[in-house]
């Protein structure tokens, strides 16, 4: 009787720590497929859109080489057919305007700061004699009026540049920002327009008076 427990107990004892054994379940994806829903719409403008802007935002003309480099990427990759030489062109013309105003800007500022500077330091020796003497080369102007005009000219004239500078610094941002929106607008061969003759009411007051007019009609 004891030889036939002792096979049963052990038969019992390994059933037991059989199902105490954790229960390995097989890993679950995190990506599930979903059969109804489609390829996600990607707006390529607008991503293109915000590199530029934050590019010219870094610096000026930087959005402009981004839609440049655009330019050759899609050359290459062949979704642009030939070379676009005056594309290309057009971009980096417009480059070489936001330099070259920014430059001319910039030295207009410094002129015009320079000048505004001389002729405070003159009159503010002429208030003080005690002040050591600039040395400005407008002692031969013994009207002090006229000097604080022009000192006030030179200071009006280095602000507008000033201003000048921060509106190109903002024109060269949305530039970058409206041309790389653009480069991926696309208006396919279903747009269409019809102008049709039409009646519209040319008086608002007495009534219905009608007119002879033209109406627009877009097809997109």
Known sequence: MR??????FCLLTFATAKAQDPVKKPPVSDSKLDTLDGPKYINKGKIAGRK??????MFPGLGQIYNYQLEVADIKSGEQSGKRVGQKIYILGKLAAIYAGGTILVI????????????????????????????????????VDQLTIAKNIYKRNSQVVLISLVGLYGVAALDAYVAARLKY???????????????INSSTMYGFVPAPALKLTLKL
Request: glycine share 4%; charged share 20%.
């Open 3 to 8: 030889s036939l427990l002792i096979p049963i």
């Open 52 to 57: 530029a802007f934050h590019r010219s935002l």
């Open 108 to 143: 207009s500022y410094g002129d015009n700061r320079a000048e505004y500077k001389r002729f405070l330091a003159e009159l503010q020796y002429r208030a003080d004699p005690t002040l050591p003497n600039p040395n400005t080369g407008l002692a031969g102007y013994t009207n």
């Open 185 to 199: 607008f696309n208006v396919d061969e279903s747009l269409a327009f019809k102008i049709s003759p039409s009646i």
